[in-house]
């Protein structure tokens, strides 16, 4: 009777939602290997590695969300909407809650990871700077202001995670932000 071998794309869609919410410790082959009814001879016909498992799995989140950022934002016709758009989009990006910040740990102690991060982020904070350049601010105060809003983020979604008061919702971020940057057509 043959092995059932599950999906590489079901490990790494698994291995994606552990990874949010845990980080590499939440990655043990064994325990995903009984969640997807297989054992884990599955995970290393697909995985020479646990560390090509993590790479394929950083790069379904780079494919999903960063790329899901820019047509979300390009889907609006004005350039303040898209805006908009792009940084409630940011604020509202619950399914990773804490992949950032477990891939940013992990870039700490991986050099290929820190790269890719790198990469992902100056991607992300170009675009969301040609789209205020695109208000009229020249480069370097669009720079900025696009550098601000992404530490912001990052900034509010670590306190997200042990605020005990009230916060505000992503919508009310976004009102801030564009409030305290100017991020109006001039």
């Known amino acids: 009777m043959p092995k059932k071998i599950a999906s590489k794309d079901a490990w790494v869609k698994l291995g994606f939602r552990k990874f949010c919410v845990g980080g590499v410790d939440a990655l043990r082959v064994e325990a995903m290997g009984r969640t997807l009814g297989v054992s884990k001879a599955s995970f290393y016909h697909f995985f020479k590695t646990r560390d090509v498992f993590i790479n394929d799995i950083i ?97 509010w979604r670590e306190r997200q995670k042990t605020t005990l008061g009230p916060t505000r919702t992503p919508a009310e971020e976004l009102t801030l932000l564009v409030e305290h940057l100017g991020l109006c057509p001039q």
Do not use: M, P
Request: glycine content about 4%; hydrophobic content about 40%.
């Open 59 to 155: 790069n379904h989140w780079r494919d999903l969300r960063t790329e899901e950022y820019i047509v979300l934002s390009q889907a609006k016709s004005d350039t303040s909407l898209e805006i908009n758009t792009l940084i409630l989009t940011i604020f509202s990006a619950e399914i990773e809650d804490d992949f950032l910040i477990h891939l940013r740990r992990l870039g700490q102690a991986n050099g290929a990871v820190r790269d890719l991060l790198i990469e992902v982020e100056k991607q992300r904070i170009d675009y969301a700077c040609s789209s205020i350049e695109r208000l009229g601010y020249s480069h370097e105060v669009a720079q900025e202001k696009a550098t601000i809003i992404y530490n912001y983020y990052l900034g």
